[in-house]
């Protein structure tokens, strides 16, 4: 018996700028693709859950977002994609701490198995996936949903049952009552084309679908994806957890007040260069290039960064280098107060041979 977790961080983007920004926090709040074309052009890239209330969903026309909200208070955001990446990569880095094999998906979503962590027992399961839920709380004030279950598609199914903050329990016992009333596109692999060619036989729901002939669905549906997404009806998957090397490390923190004074800010790189350095050795790499992650006062954030022709062999290295880079930062006169900052390493290398991890992907 395995056990294994999905945990998907709710409405992410949205969430981290209301984090950033606490006035966001009763307002509706929609993050945007802006196209460049017009002040309109471009697509929703998600919103909170005040804007899903309106119907305002992902992929939507940024134009037609702004028609239906436009008697309401809400505010439409550009996407900062390198802001909500670095975020996402403390968290991921977080969860890994948690999993006998860890296999993150997107920028928001991860596997966790936990078999041998909680010794096959799901009553501990559920209480290690609070702790989680408590620890990405207190690091990074996101809130997340963790579904738990025997494998992945059913652990993924009940991250998704009670959103947002949810955390829901799906044993191989419980498939039938929980899976049965669904509809048909909750099950992961039903888009919008499955979907469409499932209603037209009148299946509705998961449990309808469990039922239906596999053989006529092989017809319908073509016999491998027939097949798979019958067995997903029935709760069935044996997909395993995969462990991926990491393409960097780093670490980030809000400082206790803005700050555009280099001697103050520079304090806060030796302890976080200390600890980016210790996790590089405890998994056994080397590094070529060092990145500073600075957001300002003004919610932006802001990248500097440096590659040597060799890796970087001592701690004082790091923090020299990442202090020069600051230094050029402050120094570019842009009035900049930092808010957070953090730091990277990437350009990844095995401490015993020096070839780049690249080769290993």
């Known amino acids: 018996m395995r056990i294994i977790l999905h945990i998907d961080l709710d409405y992410f983007f949205a969430q981290v700028e209301e984090n950033l920004n606490p006035s966001l926090k009763n307002k509706i709040v929609v993050v945007c693709v802006f196209s460049g074309r017009t002040k309109d052009s471009g697509v929703v890239s998600t919103s909170n859950y005040k804007a899903r209330e ?17 008697d309401k208070e809400a505010v439409f955001l550009p996407v900062n994609h390198d802001l909500y990446e670095e975020i996402s990569h403390q968290i991921m880095e977080l969860l890994r701490n948690f999993a006998d094999n860890f296999e993150q998906v997107s920028i928001d979503e991860a596997y966790l198995e936990i078999t041998k962590r909680v010794n096959k027992k799901f009553e501990e399961a559920q209480k290690l996936a609070k702790l989680i839920k408590e620890s ?4 990074e004030g996101l809130t997340c949903s963790i579904g738990i279950g025997p494998n992945k598609l059913l652990a993924k199914i009940g991250s998704d049952l009670n959103k947002p903050n949810g955390l829901t329990l799906i044993k191989s016992s419980e498939v039938k009552d929980v899976l049965s009333d669904l509809p048909t596109e909750k099950l992961p692999g039903v888009g919008r084309k499955y979907k469409k060619i499932l209603d037209n036989e009148g299946i509705n729901t998961i449990g309808e679908l469990a039922a239906f002939d596999v053989n006529n669905l092989k017809l319908l549906l073509g016999k491998k994806i027939g097949e798979r997404i019958h067995r997903a ?24 007040e803005d700050s555009d004074n280099f001697d103050n800010v520079s304090n806060s790189l030796n302890g976080l260069c200390g600890d980016v350095w210790s996790t590089i050795k405890d998994e056994g790499f080397n590094f070529k290039s060092v990145g500073l992650i600075v957001v300002g006062d003004d919610l932006k954030i802001r990248t500097k960064s440096k590659t040597l022709s060799h890796p970087i062999v001592n701690k004082e290295d790091i923090i020299r280098i990442t202090k020069d880079l600051l230094k050029e930062l402050l120094e570019e006169g842009t009035n900049l107060k930092i808010r957070r900052i953090g730091v990277k390493s990437y350009n990844l290398v095995k401490d015993l041979d020096q070839r780049s991890i690249d080769s290993y992907l």
């Open 54 to 70: 309106y119907g305002i969903k992902s992929g939507m026309p940024i134009y037609l977002a702004k028609k239906i909200l436009k």
């Open 233 to 256: 009806s029935l709760g069935l998957d044996d997909e395993p957890v995969k462990e991926e090397l990491p393409k960097q490390f780093s670490k980030i923190i809000t400082l206790k």
């Open 136 to 139: 990405v709380f207190e690091k």
